[in-house]
């Protein structure tokens, strides 16, 4: 019988001290190679032992987690390129949560935004961009890519910070630094969104699946619709 914790809805508020302890776990500062590398190794473990478990733990530890190897893995640091590859390798064994860990990020940009918090939004849009530098150091990273799924949390995350800054008033934009970055952001985001268009459509190709078989697959195609309009009101904000 395997031995995983069974969390249900008498003992649910385990998730709330798991997540405590380890935001607590990565805001240890290390002082040397094997100190910096213990936080990710136990995560690592806690989830190879609890998968079940990552889908609602992971989303509230983006923020930690990214912070941390982001800080630790800088060249000043003499564990810095270990810390990243460490980094790499997390991001490798939950390439199926990235789509949590990204949606997470946005929702949180999004509340930092209405908040007008301009360092937080300037911190979040870094933590963003560096989760996307350490997923494409993924190691045969193209053998396992689900390009719909990359295609739709791409969409997702273009989507939510649009109509974040929309909300900005224009008037308004030169104050807050952080609308710069991101649509800068945005605009490297919808780069990418193309070529994994580009590559979904030459696997299509490939495996002979028809536009209609991809409907099948997605349902509607009425996200792709707001989708559109999100897009142009991207190009009429920047």
Known sequence: MENKYQVT?????????????????????????????????????F?????????????RLAIPFLTYVSKYSQSHYEFGDDIHKAGSRFM???TSYFSNMLNSLSASLDVKIQ??????CLD???????AFELESS???????MNY??????????????????????????DVFSFVDNALNLTLNLISK?????????????????????LLQLIGSNVTNYHFDETLEDYSTFY
């Not at 993924?138 to 053998?143: F, L, V």
């Not at 193309?194 to 490939?206: F, N, Y």
């Open 115 to 120: 908040e007008k918090d301009n360092d937080a």
């Open 193 to 213: 969104f193309e070529l994994v268009e580009k590559k979904l459509k030459r696997v299509m190709i490939e495996k002979n699946i028809t536009s209609e078989d």
């Open 148 to 173: 719909l799924e990359q295609k739709d949390y791409l969409k997702s995350i273009i989507s939510g910070i649009i109509r974040s800054i929309s909300s900005i008033n224009l008037e308004h934009k």
């Open 9 to 45: 809805e008498k003992n649910e508020f385990i998730i709330d001290i798991l997540v405590q302890a380890f935001t607590y776990i990565f805001e240890e500062v290390p002082t040397n190679a094997l100190e910096a590398a213990l936080p990710l190794k136990v995560l690592q473990n």
């Open 92 to 94: 490798e064994n939950i």
């Open 124 to 130: 979040i849009i870094q933590l963003i961009e560096f």
């Open 138 to 144: 993924i190691t045969d990273k193209e053998e396992n």
């Open 47 to 59: 989830y190879m032992e609890h998968d079940h478990l990552v889908e609602s733990t992971l989303p």
